[in-house]
């Protein structure tokens, strides 16, 4: 039988001479209050932006989405502002920082351009993906919210695993294995998402005995029982589920989206 | 390193609401999950009465304790020995507010005691270093209207299975509504299973399962466990049926049929897979999606997938119909070589 291979790849050649390159910035889950610029900008901190964008030398677009909702729903929020900006500033090649669930989302919009009309003119200039700390097969401290449901906790974990709201359920480990076999790209055994992405797992809990947030994340993930190596909040089997592994570090899921411990952001730079 | 692999791109052309592209070389296809994944607990949950909770250790390793009290109690543990000023009791505050986890470095084998915390307080105890566990599962992961739910937990202290204990599940619906408390049959090996008929509601979507167990194991130690899956319910918004596929030019031709309850946005999505090799395996070969809006009552599907060079023998299809309006799985089907 007459054998046939023909390799297809598409081969493109970035002219970044002659691009306008952006940076685009998508937080993770948490509360309505996300959707405020100001708080979306907290979110990460001045010196992350600063450090990822060069000194600010770099254009960049800081999405703030109501961090209680469902992917497609803050999907199509970061699609409008990355649509509007990007042509309003003719940035024709973008570079997306992604932080939690905000790894997810980005998947949404790759995986589903026929979704919205807006999607496929990003995907088309997204150049590619870094995601930290993305839970690409859920997180076992989204499932704790499942069984604690019903029961009355405190602040502080219901700051971290969230209240069970669409956008916890979403980053339930049984909601990714669903949405992964339905609608989203890129993990084992599905089709390949059309740009790549670059993952970035957290190993480490205690990075700074200062913060009370690190006592919080390591109990997070003692009670969770997050396998493996994880960052408090992320295990790093779930992270790396989808794309190329960058770099792992040992900040965890509180510092991983600063550059005050590991310096993440630094490594995000030399991307420019 | 980054930039040459980027450039290595997949074609994903986009034809109006149509989307083809080709899987990478050498990926495999991978069939949906039919259950939920497994989930594996070393923790329990209590719930305050306002005379105190009982913790069961099973004595391997450290514990956490986690209360939550609307109240601005301040809860004392009392370990198995009586102590409860133990040194190996520690107090971590966890936020900026001041409340506190404990750790216990080595628990003793046997019932330690919160006390002093209000009635509803939510106490949380996880032993990370046990090899006590209980796994859980839920099936199917997408439930289809009238399909069967199996509930199932498997309990092991290491390599022994653990048999004699309670398990119950507690089905939440999507909107918050509790069921009744579900009792699993003990199978004699570990595992525990119920079989659920009918959900005690309709209500579509992502449906909760939270699973509690209690019981002793070989050595007479009590433990306790609690944990939780998910599973989807799909609305009944369409049957999709009618498969036919045909080669035509260097094309494959899809279409099916569609009896739509729901109008709305709809997905037809195909991914086309080989045979299944000497492994068992199947090589993803090529997939499309195309998107429309359907009426109600019959409609007709298609799509074109471009085959370029994929050789059209034996292939396999895993053909959906996805809502799009309200996300869930309206229908899948597959055809083609086994």
């Known amino acids: 039988m007459k054998r046939c291979t023909l390799a297809v790849v598409l081969l493109l050649i970035a002219i970044t001479a002659e691009a306008k390159t952006g940076v685009v910035f998508i937080h993770g889950k948490g509360g309505t209050s996300l959707a405020t610029p100001s708080v979306a900008r907290a979110y990460w901190t001045d010196d992350m932006i600063r450090a990822t964008t060069k000194g600010y030398t770099i254009p960049y677009l800081i999405c703030s989405y109501d961090g209680t909702q469902y992917m497609w729903v803050a999907g199509n929020t970061v699609a409008g502002q990355i649509y509007n900006w990007m042509t309003a500033n003719a940035i024709d090649d973008i570079v997306v920082e992604t932080h939690s669930f905000g790894g997810v989302v ?167 | 390193m980054k930039r040459i692999l980027c450039t290595l791109l997949f074609a994903a052309p986009i034809f109006g609401q149509t989307a083809t592209g080709r899987f990478a070389p050498g990926e495999s296809y991978v069939a949906p999950e039919r259950n939920a994944p497994p989930a594996t607990s070393r923790m329990f949950v209590r719930t305050s009465d306002g005379q105190g909770v009982d913790l069961p250790a099973t004595g391997q390793g450290g514990m956490i304790v986690v209360i939550g009290d609307r109240g601005q109690s301040s809860p004392r543990l009392r370990t198995p020995a009586g102590d409860s000023s133990s040194r190996s009791i520690r107090r971590f505050a966890v936020d900026a507010d001041g409340h506190n986890a404990l750790h216990i470095d080595q628990t003793i084998a046997g019932r330690y005691h919160v006390s002093d915390v209000g009635a509803g307080a939510t106490v949380i105890a996880a032993e990370p270093d046990s090899q006590l566990t209980m796994t859980t599962t839920v099936g199917p992961l997408s439930r289809m209207p009238g399909d069967r739910i199996t509930l199932q937990a498997t309990l092991r202290d290491g390599d022994d299975a653990l048999i004699g204990a309670r398990v119950f599940a507690h089905l939440t619906a999507p909107d918050g509504t509790e069921g009744k408390s579900i009792a699993l049959a003990d199978k004699g090996t570990g595992v525990y299973e119920a079989i659920v008929d009918e959900l005690p509601a309709r209500t579509s979507g992502f449906w909760s399962v939270r699973y509690d167990a209690d019981g002793v194991n070989a050595h007479g130690v009590e433990f306790a466990r609690s944990g939780s899956n998910q599973f989807m319910n799909e609305r009944a918004s369409a049957h999709l049926g009618g498969i036919h596929s045909r080669i035509v030019g260097d094309h494959l031709h899809v279409t099916a049929s569609a009896d739509v309850i729901e109008s709305g946005r709809y997905r037809f999505d195909v991914i086309v897979a080989s045979s299944r090799d000497a492994n068992g395996e199947r090589r993803g070969l090529a997939w499309g999606e195309a998107e429309q809006s359907l009426g109600n009552g019959a409609s007709e599907l298609s799509i074109d997938i471009p085959l370029s060079g994929v050789r059209a023998e034996d292939l396999f299809l895993d053909v959906r119909l996805l809502n799009l309006d309200s996300m869930g799985m309206a229908g899948r089907q597959t055809l083609g070589a086994d």
């Open chain 1, 106 to 272: 980005i998947r949404w919009i790759m995986s589903n351009p026929t979704y919205d009309s807006r999607y496929q003119p990003i995907i088309s200039r997204i150049r590619w993906v870094n995601s930290i700390a993305p839970p690409n097969k859920g997180s076992e401290a989204a499932d704790l919210a499942g069984t604690l449901s019903g029961s009355w906790l405190t602040g502080w974990l219901i700051d971290l695993v969230g209240q069970k709201n669409n956008a916890t359920t979403n980053c339930t480990t049984s909601s990714m294995a669903y949405y992964n076999q339905y609608y989203l790209k890129g993990t084992s055994g599905r089709p390949a998402l059309p740009k790549t992405v670059y993952n970035i797992a957290g190993y480490g809990l205690w990075n700074d005995f200062a913060h009370s947030e690190d006592y919080g994340l390591a109990t997070l993930s003692g009670i969770a029982g997050l396998p493996g190596e994880d960052d408090g909040m992320v295990a790093q089997y779930s992270a790396q589920a989808v794309g190329v592994v960058w770099f792992t570090t040992e900040a965890n899921h509180h510092h991983n989206r600063h550059n005050d411990y590991r310096k993440i952001g630094d490594s995000l730079a030399t991307d420019f």
